[in-house]
């Protein structure tokens, strides 16, 4: 796994359970990239994301490639990407779907700071 201000790439279900668990654990914020290789605003989207990483220590970012992690994206039931998926405590306390910077920005600080 990553260092601490990086975006983690979760390859395999055993990765995404830990990465879950120590979130829960450590009552942090997650942000969770539901992301494919093949899709182009979620290019846009990985520079962004791994500059928020690096802002926010205190916040994990994850990253699932949804054709590498199938299963997880359709338990998450994720439809389209990019999704942002934001988790505190285990449960989701928001969503975003699409390339949307600005909203991104704007969730990540307001759920990062309650």
Do not use: Y
């Not at 990086?6 to 979130?23: R, S, Y």
């Not at 916040?59 to 998926?85: G, H, N, Q, R, Y």
């Not at 390339?99 to 600080?109: I, M, P, R």
Request: glycine content about 6%; aromatic content about 6%; charged content about 25%.
């Amino acid at each position: 796994m990553a260092e601490e201000g990086q975006v983690l790439g979760c390859h395999t279900i055993e990765a995404w359970n830990e990465q879950l668990q120590k979130g829960n654990e450590s009552k942090k914020l997650i942000v969770v990239d539901f992301t494919a290789s093949w899709c182009g605003p979620c290019r846009i989207m990985a520079p962004i994301l791994a500059e928020l990483a690096k802002k926010l220590p205190n916040v994990t970012f994850l990253k699932v490639d949804v054709d590498e992690l199938k299963s997880i994206a359709t338990d998450w039931a994720v439809e389209a990407m990019p999704t942002f998926v934001f988790l505190k405590e285990g449960k989701i306390v928001d969503k975003i779907v699409g390339a949307k910077k600005d909203e991104l920005h704007q969730k990540v600080a307001l759920h990062a700071a309650a």
